[in-house]
């Protein structure tokens, strides 16, 4: 078997970005059984960021992997033996949003070394960033994973991006006040462009485990 793991950053258990990442698993799983897809959604959670307790750089016992022990801790050796990584949240306030970051603080200051500055993760795997947010490709304000990507990309390897942009952050905007928005201009965008993003999640799941099958 060979597992990708999933991670949902954000807070909606049924809305974009749990939307997209369910059509990654789902065109994942459509290229063999020996695909395990598993999905870790953070906000069902208890558990902090880094700690500093610099457990993970002590001489002689340095670790790869986090040692600080909480409800992250199995997540966290899953990932170190996995496949394949999938991290997607929406953009809130032109970053991932608090919990994405605090989990990537636990994933990646042990792939630090402050003796050379090389980030070394226990395994490489392919890995793909999704984001979600109002914004769209020519105007937005997304930060995306921020430094973190630079951390991802040299302890992993370089991830592949699958945005949605310009998404429905209701159902029914004319219950809420959402007056800078137009119902109708987010209406023709999503009608244009949703399920295409849905295919689009869908394709990077197949093409990830049909990477991860051929290994
Ligand atoms: C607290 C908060 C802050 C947000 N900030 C931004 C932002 O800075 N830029 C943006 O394009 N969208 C922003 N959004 C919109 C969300 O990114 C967008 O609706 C996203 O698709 C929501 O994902 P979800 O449906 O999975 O919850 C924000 C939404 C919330 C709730």
């Known amino acids: 078997m060979k597992k990708i793991m999933i991670i949902d950053g954000g807070p909606r258990k049924n809305f974009n970005t749990a939307s997209m990442l369910q059509k990654f698993a789902e065109g994942a799983s ?3 059984d020996q695909i395990e897809v598993k999905t870790v959604r953070l906000y069902d959670m208890d558990y902090k960021g880094c700690m500093s ?5 002590v001489k002689g ?3 790869n992997v986090c040692r600080y022990k909480d409800a992250l801790t199995p997540v966290l050796e899953e990932i170190a033996q996995a496949d394949g990584l999938v991290l997607g949240s929406p953009i ?14 636990r994933l990646a200051f042990p792939w630090l070394s402050y003796n050379d500055y090389s980030l070394t993760a226990p395994k490489r ?6 984001e979600t947010m109002n914004g769209t ?21 370089q ?12 159902n029914a ?13 987010k209406r023709r965008y999503r009608d244009e462009h949703w399920q295409e993003d849905l295919q689009r999640a869908f394709e990077a799941g197949r093409k990830m485990a049909e990477g991860v099958i051929t290994q």
């Open 30 to 32: 459509s290229v063999s």
């Open 125 to 130: 795997m392919p890995v793909v960033l999704m």
């Open 137 to 157: 490709p020519e105007r937005n304000n997304s930060n995306g994973y921020g430094s973190m990507e630079h951390c991802i990309a040299g302890a992993l390897g």
């Open 159 to 170: 991830p592949t991006h699958v945005n949605a942009y310009n998404t429905y952050q209701v």
């Open 53 to 57: 307790c610099m457990a993970c750089k």
């Open 61 to 63: 016992k340095a670790s």
């Open 173 to 185: 905007y004319s219950r809420f006040e959402l007056g800078g928005f137009s119902e109708e201009a």
């Open 92 to 105: 809130y306030f032109g970053d991932v949003t608090g919990q994405m970051r605090t989990f990537l603080e």
